[in-house]
């Protein structure tokens, strides 16, 4: 089992034909998921990678059936593709795109309310993988392995260390969700997290947090409320200083919030381990 | 991008909010000149960051003499890390009253939050702190901006009917800011309530999202170069990394943003301290990391490097060529440890050995050898 | 009984110390229509015909629990008013203004949808009154009984002089609606009937109609799948000449669309007797 | 607010939409003057009505001479009641390909609507009944505007795929003339795509809602008084009456715009044709009465005039008194029929009596009357 991804699911890339967009396709299609088309305006009715290319998400839905979307288009027609997508009834859309517009995101998540049916995951952000099945995005397969630990992760490559670690380790994931560096995010850690508890498959967890904003106090809080899963928590960026954003946009701290020290404390107030190394977190997590 | 005061003002008065008449200033000269425009002046230090009052970068010239002898003390002057470039004469106002309005990206919420209180000229954080309730919140529909009937009852709850009708109109204005300029981040503070009843901004703050350059080429050109702050981060960004200078000796490079914070805290952790933040983002292509470490090895208080890259889609021993390419080009003779990971990281590590750099087999273990490398003075 | 509005029902008045509105609260108090207070942006915490008076409408609905609005404010500030009612909660707005803009109405209705309790009549309207009880608007008293004719109309005038025949025939009225003469309306003719179907009060129905849209072709629509009143049908502008506007902004004939022509047929076919003049109304709904 | 072409254009153009280049002619020397300037014209009549091409108010002009002539035949001309009073002299365009592109206000949706169809050139209506097929359709929600999904899947939908980036873009700025200037309609039909592959508008219609003139006084200013059609409506707009021409002989007035439409409808009934309609508003006040009685009478087709009122605030002896005043003040002659009814009818009635003004006791009986008394071209 999984959450949101397994190998029936139909999935399209928007931006198919682009570079990133041929890429990962092809990456998506080599794990064995279930790529059954893409889009790129005015390459409509034509085939690309095996796969038909359809002017619009509309188009395509109706075609093929698909349920889930992974977005590569660039930034300044990111927010459109994921409206699109939303409207065209898709129910999970993965945005890896970076550099959105905040505001053009602050205007997604007002449209997405009157389609409450689309989980969008990211933007900015390397997307879901439900290791040996299907993947949305750039985790790259060989770090992951099918298995128990359920992941979900602010950051790109410390994700792919982590889960590299565990799989090493024996301890293969059930499905690793990277929700993105971005302040403004589709599903956050708590919505992932509650999927997780839902799901026999996962018994363990691994959070992995940044400084910046508060999801983490707010996993935090919702697994306080009571867990099933062994779960172990990181937060980089201990060290980072107050009003400088490290890398991701939504990495920084703005007076007491935001902290790694805040963010730390919530999770062991909620019972959960933290490490304080990327290291201690198969250690702890055994 | 946070815009200096002048600018901000510049970008609120094309909204249509009022604005004292003011002039910038780079000498005594020009601050003469403008004293003899504008008479009695504030004489502002342009820095964009809060609390340079207390800093002493806010001086009241009554006299061309003041005016000249202030801008020599504040032109040069360092506030909180900030040399301070130019000044902003502005005419003084009379004022009657203080008043607080701006918004912010509410993270929690997802939304734009308009802040307006009637205790103005205090810092809003404190203000938040101390007296909650002293602060009025709307978070308007992003699509449809705020209503007129919400901006009065924002303006009622804020204890300010008697200004419902100039205030809602300023408020209306400034939230332009967001869909015109793709602001994140607007203060008026204080906005100022004159002696005859004028209501006008009396300093003002501005963050424009970087991510929305491509919309506003006309800001960025404007107000893009006018003042950056570190040297590093003005190099940097020219060369596109991601980079914030943290002033230790210890220079780091990783990809992905949270490899590279999780890198800071392990230097920290061993010890040491990081000279900077550098994420040179998925990739670890050889022509980035050399503009990376170019860009660290610039500054003379660095005394060693540490590099920490997951393979992703690059092949661990491309990586390592890619390094040490770098080295060799920019005749670094520092020491340099480094940690990489992924396909073919073996065939990377005995690269790097070869080459007489000497990987870490874990990050861990690479912060704890570049640490040690730094405080011997050793070169690797 | 009644519908909508009846002797219980509280009431604010939008705009109460303007002229109009000052004078039809006096009126609107003579028939003993429970009026709790008003606003007027400023004047708020003075009182106004013995009434309180608040800034806002929140500030109204909080202090006097009122539940319906009667709108008399300038057309530049009526969409924000009817909007400002509606997030207040304020289950019945009426909004007797003309001269709004039509495309503030149009986000005036797409507002509304988030605040599904809120009942619009009007713009541009006389509003409702039901009769010996109350009303909210400017239908003249006078020209009412109480009884058992629901009546519900886009014209003012036209329906005083058809109030006035009922009366004075003995026919008097549980309520009557003037749903207003504008393109973009709050309820529709097919609203009110439906409300008038499931009052057991009201036996007999009056429509008066006009040219222009196709309002009244829904009603009709709506009473041909059953309706267990007596209904007599009146549509004015059966000379009117196409593209003309005649006087109300609906009223106007667009190539076939919105005729006189039109409605009367879809009303005989629905099993509604039609008046060729307003003195025939009395007559065929005896 | 009908626009004519040439003015629905220029605030087309303001909107960054492509028209060709052309001159307004109001004499032939200007249109030799257009000529000598653009070249080869189309010379078209300015009249808010469309048909204009069937009825010859569309002339080619390939040289100067041609344009003086076409400006000859085509001003003053008669184009469904519209005196012509200038033309539009427009370059000629290499037409390629022609398609439609417009907005209106959908009723029965509450909501705009977006039109677009690869069947330019025709009457949309047309195309609508022939092959509504051919027509795609867009409702975009109010507050947000057409997003750029549904116009592309608008344009699509349309079968125009191959030209979804410059329509796309045009549409997104021919939809700013709802927000920006309060248009009810708006058409470009032809949208012409020429032989070098320029998208420009042929045509263009533009419709502002009068209910809006207190946004846009600029359009009211620039545009509002240039051409109003009939005479008696362009008085009667002064004096702020509802007033409608109808080409009969017998004046109506009534108080409220269904009132005075059965009257009309009562009149025809009774045999007789309406000269307008004018509605006076709620009230029946004297001066107000005085005015619609003034417009009425500057038409020399009318026979008599009928007025019906229902005394709603004003008392049936106040309007009797004030229609007698109006009376006199105005030396009428002809004659006059009034049906009034409300609060102290009886006692207006008698007023009337004593006047010489023969009261109808209900509307139908006051039509058959006035028709009547047209008839036998009585004076009252």
């Known amino acids: ?286 | 991008m946070k815009l200096l005061e002048y600018q901000a003002k510049e970008v609120l008065a094309s909204l249509g909010i009022p604005i004292p008449p003011g002039m910038v200033a780079r000498t005594p000269d020009e601050a003469v000149a403008a004293f003899s425009k504008l008479g009695p002046v504030a004489v502002k230090a342009q820095v964009p960051v809060g609390g340079r009052g207390k800093a002493g970068g806010i001086k009241l010239a009554k006299t061309a003499d003041e005016a000249r002898n202030a801008v020599a003390q504040i032109i040069g002057m360092d506030i909180k890390g900030f040399k301070v470039p130019l000044v902003y004469c502005e005419a003084a106002l009379d004022i009657e009253r203080e008043i607080y309005v701006g918004f912010t990206v509410d993270r929690d919420a997802r939304a734009n939050v308009l802040l307006v209180s009637a205790k103005g000229g205090m810092d809003i954080e404190q203000v938040a702190e101390e007296l909650p309730d002293a602060i009025a919140r709307l978070y308007p529909n992003p699509w449809r901006g705020p209503l007129d009937f919400q901006l009065a009852q924002l303006v009622y709850d804020a204890g300010l009917g008697d200004l419902a009708r100039p205030l809602t109109a300023l408020i209306k204005k400034l939230y332009r800011a967001i869909p015109d300029y793709d602001a994140l981040t607007a203060e008026i503070n204080p906005l100022v309530v004159t002696k005859n009843g004028d209501v006008i901004a009396g300093d003002a703050k501005l963050e424009i999202d970087d991510n929305s350059a491509w919309r506003h080429r006309e800001l960025e050109q404007r107000y893009g170069s006018v003042l950056e702050g570190d040297p590093y981060e003005v190099e940097a960004k020219k060369r596109s990394l991601t980079y914030v200078s943290l002033g230790g000796d210890i220079g780091i490079i990783g990809n992905g943003a949270g490899l590279c914070m999780s890198t800071l805290d392990l230097v920290q952790r061993a010890g040491g301290q990081a000279a900077n933040f550098c994420d040179i983002g998925g990739g670890a292509k050889a022509e980035v990391v050399e503009n990376a470490l170019a860009v660290i090895l610039m500054n003379p208080e660095v005394k060693g490097v540490l590099i920490n890259v997951f393979g992703g889609i690059t092949r661990g021993d491309e990586v390592a060529k890619g390094i040490v390419t770098a080295r060799d080009n920019l005749k670094m003779k520092l020491p340099l440890v480094v940690r990489m990971s992924g396909t073919r990281e073996e065939e990377g590590r005995q690269i790097l050995r070869q080459n007489g750099i000497e990987p870490g087999a874990s990050a861990w273990e690479a912060a704890q050898k570049i640490v040690e490398l730094t405080r011997a003075g050793v070169k690797a």
Chains 1, 3 share one sequence.
């Not at chain 1, 302040?183 to 839902?198: C, K």
């Not at chain 1, 691994?206 to 707010?218: A, C, D, Q, R, T």
């Not at chain 1, 201990?238 to 020290?261: L, Q, V």
Request: glycine letters at 14%; proline letters at 5%.
């Open chain 1, 1 to 286: 089992m999984s959450i949101l991804l397994d190998s029936t699911t139909k999935v399209i890339v928007q931006g198919i034909t682009g570079r990133e967009g041929s890429f990962h396709t092809e990456q998506m299609q080599a794990l064995g998921t279930k790529v059954v088309g893409g889009t790129s305006p005015g390459k409509g009715g034509t085939t690309h990678l095996g796969l038909p290319v359809f002017n619009t998400v509309a188009d395509a839905v109706e075609a093929t059936g698909a349920g889930a979307s992974g977005i590569f288009v660039p930034a300044p027609f990111a927010a459109d593709a994921i409206m699109e997508a939303a409207a065209a009834g898709i129910t999970l859309i993965v945005c890896i795109t970076e550099g959105i517009p905040i505001q053009d995101m602050i205007r997604v998540k007002d449209f997405l309310r009157e389609h409450p049916q689309a989980r969008l995951i990211g933007a900015n952000c390397p997307g879901l993988i439900t290791p040996g099945q299907a993947k949305i995005g750039i985790i790259p397969q060989r770090i992951t392995a099918p298995g128990f630990v359920g992941m979900v992760s602010r950051s790109g490559t410390l994700t792919y260390e982590v889960g590299s670690a565990l799989s090493a380790a024996g301890m293969g994931q059930s499905t690793i969700v990277g929700i993105g560096g971005d302040p403004v995010l589709g599903m956050t850690f708590s919505d992932v997290v509650q999927l997780f508890e839902n799901d026999p498959a996962t018994t363990h967890l691994v959070l992995i947090g940044e400084i910046g904003g508060s999801v983490e106090e707010h996993a935090a809080g919702l697994i306080a409320r009571g867990s099933r899963l062994k779960t172990v928590a990181f937060i980089s960026g201990r060290t980072a200083p107050e009003g400088k954003r490290m890398g991701h946009a939504g990495a920084i701290i703005s007076g007491n919030r935001g902290t790694a020290k805040s963010k730390e404390e919530a999770f062991r107030k909620a019972g959960v381990a933290v490490a304080e190394t990327t290291d201690e977190i198969v250690g702890l997590l055994r």
